[in-house]
C-alpha cells in the first residue's frame, strides 16, 4: 500500500470517527434535554411532551444548552417559581451526567455482546475443524 494510499485511508477513517462522535454528541444533547424538560413540566405542570418540543425548538434556534435554560428560566419565572439560573445548570449536568452513564453502559453491554459473539464463533470453529478432522480419519 501506498503512502498516498495510506493517508487516504486514515483520513477517511478519522471522518468517519468525527461523524460518529458528533452523531453521539447529539444524540446525549438530545437525552439530556429530554430529561431536563420532563423535570421542568413536573415543576410547571405542563405536559412533559408537548414541553419537551417547545425546547427542542427553542435548542434547534441556537447552540447550545443557554437557549434551554433560558426558556425554562422565562416559563419558571412567568409561573412564579423562585429556582435560580444556577440550580437550573446544575440539574442540567446532573442529567448530562446521568445520560452519558447510561450511554457507557450500553456501549459496554454492546461490546461485552460482540466480544462474546465473537468468542462463541471462534469456539464454534475450532469444534468444527475438530470434527472434520475425525472425519478424515
Known amino acids: 500500500m501506498s503512502v498516498v494510499n ?3 485511508s486514515k483520513r477517511v477513517t478519522d471522518e468517519v470517527r468525527h461523524a460518529n462522535d458528533d452523531l453521539e454528541f447529539f444524540y ?23 414541553y419537551f418540543l417547545e425546547l427542542v425548538e427553542a435548542d434547534l434556534s441556537k447552540a447550545g444548552p443557554k437557549p434551554v435554560i433560558d426558556r425554562i428560566m422565562v416559563d419558571f419565572q412567568q409561573a412564579g417559581l423562585n429556582i435560580s439560573e444556577e440550580t437550573l445548570w446544575d440539574q442540567l449536568r446532573t442529567f448530562e451526567k446521568d445520560v452519558l452513564q447510561d450511554m ?20 464454534d470453529k475450532k469444534a468444527k475443524s475438530k470434527k472434520d478432522k475425525k472425519k478424515k480419519k
Open 104 to 123: 457507557l453502559t450500553q456501549q459496554a453491554e454492546r461490546t461485552k455482546a460482540e466480544i462474546k459473539a465473537k468468542e462463541k464463533k471462534k469456539k
Open 6 to 8: 495510506t493517508m487516504h
Open 28 to 50: 446525549m444533547e438530545a437525552r439530556r434535554n429530554r430529561k431536563i424538560a420532563n423535570w421542568a413540566a413536573e415543576q410547571l405542570g405542563f405536559n412533559r411532551k408537548e
